[in-house]
T-cell receptor, first 115, second 114 residues
Framework: GAGVSQSPSNKVTEKGKDVELRCDPISGHTALYWYRQSLGQGLEFLIYFQGNSAPDKSGLPSDRFSAERTGGSVSTLTIQRTQQEDSAVYLCASSNYRVSNYGYTFGSGTRLTVV | DQQVKQNSPSLSVQEGRISILNCDYTNSMFDYFLWYKKYPAEGPTFLISISSIKDKNEDGRFTVFLNKSAKHLSLHIVPSQPGDSAVYFC?????????????FGQGTTLQVKP
């Protein structure tokens, strides 16, 4: 597609439920990143994929968080047993360039609210 | 441990004047710095970057200055326009990094008044 697509755009879930967030990167982009932005905070790195592999998972806040990428394309971020502190905007980005020069292309994000 | 800090949560300037957004970092290993702009309900968009071997990079109305000794960078917007009203994030990375992971600041909300 023309840009990075994320779905759903908004998700309200009850505490303790599992949620899945989807990211469709720009076609051909090999690098994919997940970030989250909590209220009043900056963008917090979660995980990086190169192809289907995740060489850097250092930002995942707990073992309730997991992510996968298939076919070098679509990625899914799963949060199990959601907690209220998981409420945030979850952003996905992709890149096929030298990131330091050109940065990533971000999607519009999924706003997750845990009630 | 906040490695990239934007200490001003907000800034308000008059249309046509200069906007200066500041960013400080603590890790001397960072060698590339980027600025992103974010409108409400949209993802951040890349604005401009600078390598640590430079002290200035210009792109139209946007100029980024880097002071390595002070571990400080700033984004200048001249002249400011109402459409520039957005949240601005600075970010840093290691150019030699295999991951391209960016470390972001907390953001500064810029309001340009007509």
């Amino acid at each position: 597609g023309a840009g990075v697509s994320q779905s759903p755009s908004n998700k309200v879930t009850e505490k303790g439920k599992d949620v899945e967030l989807r990211c469709d990167p720009i076609s051909g982009h090999t690098a994919l990143y997940w970030y989250r932005q909590s209220l009043g905070q900056g963008l917090e790195f979660l995980i990086y994929f190169q192809g289907n592999s995740a060489p850097d998972k250092s930002g995942l806040p707990s073992d309730r968080f997991s992510a996968e990428r298939t076919g070098g394309s679509v990625s899914t971020l799963t949060i199990q047993r959601t907690q209220q502190e998981d409420s945030a905007v979850y952003l996905c980005a992709s890149s096929n360039y030298r990131v330091s020069n050109y940065g990533y292309t971000f999607g519009s994000g999924t706003r997750l609210t845990v009630v | 441990d906040q490695q990239v800090k934007q200490n001003s949560p907000s800034l308000s300037v008059q249309e046509g004047r200069i906007s200066i957004l500041n960013c400080d970092y603590t890790n001397s290993m960072f060698d590339y710095f980027l600025w992103y702009k974010k409108y409400p309900a949209e993802g951040p968009t890349f604005l401009i970057s600078i390598s640590s071997i430079k002290d200035k990079n210009e792109d139209g109305r946007f100029t980024v200055f880097l002071n390595k000794s002070a571990k400080h960078l700033s984004l200048h917007i001249v002249p400011s326009q109402p459409g520039d009203s957005a949240v601005y994030f600075c970010a840093a990375t290691y150019g030699s990094s295999n991951t391209g992971k960016l470390i972001f600041g907390q953001g500064t909300t810029l309001q340009v008044k007509p």
